[in-house]
């Protein structure tokens, strides 16, 4: 039986007194547009460049309590909204990433882990890039920083290949190429959003599992953990 089957039906067989149902809140921070800006490092045949986008939106939500649990969001840019500072290489990037059909480059947050000290410290970010409109995993760390005003300073750099979003640069006169691995970077201020917080209810969980094998030791472990509903209004 595998183990997520296993745990439904161990919480399902829970009496009713064991669980405590609690309350919490959501926090969900917004992308601040003004401030916050995402972009990638590249190399060519003649010199290194930066690709900068300031066209940056979305948002991110979790409970700074269980963030690892509960973690979880969007974040996008304008693929047209990237800029090189040179126009012709400008107008072969937008060819390659196809911006009329997919305007958007975006990463959804699959889950953050690590531990916030005081507001500030160092988590690793997951989730999926989409660019292309071909969607890969990846993992990188990020620094959080909680600002006077509030607000979280969220910095990272992930690295990565074009091709594996069928994204290959034409080369310029045929001559100018740009290599496969560019750096993508973000430097995002989001801004809490209290008149929007996102009630849940929390169900904590303790499950002992125990597999007994002829001729091998018995293996016993031990998880805990949280199960997270929404509640609607």
Known sequence: ??????????????PSPVIAQESSMFLRWEVDSTRSTVGFDATSTLHDFTGICNQVGGGAHASLNALTQTAGGTIWCRANGLNTDNDG??????????????????????SVKGVLSNGHGTLTLAGAYSIHG??????????VSLMPDGSLHVTGRSKFLLSEHQVVPESVMGIIGVDDEVEAWLNLFLIPKTDTLLQV?????????TVSTPGIDTNIREFSSQLYTHLDA
């Open 1 to 14: 039986m595998k183990p997520f089957t296993l745990l439904l039906l161990l919480v399902c067989a829970m």
């Open 89 to 110: 290489r400008d107008e072969n990037m937008f060819e390659n990433l196809g911006v009329a059909e997919f305007p958007k480059i975006i990463f959804s947050i699959s």
């Open 134 to 143: 071909i969607s890969k995993d990846r993992s990188f760390p990020i620094d």
């Open 201 to 209: 209810t929390h169900f904590p969980i303790h499950v002992t599992e």
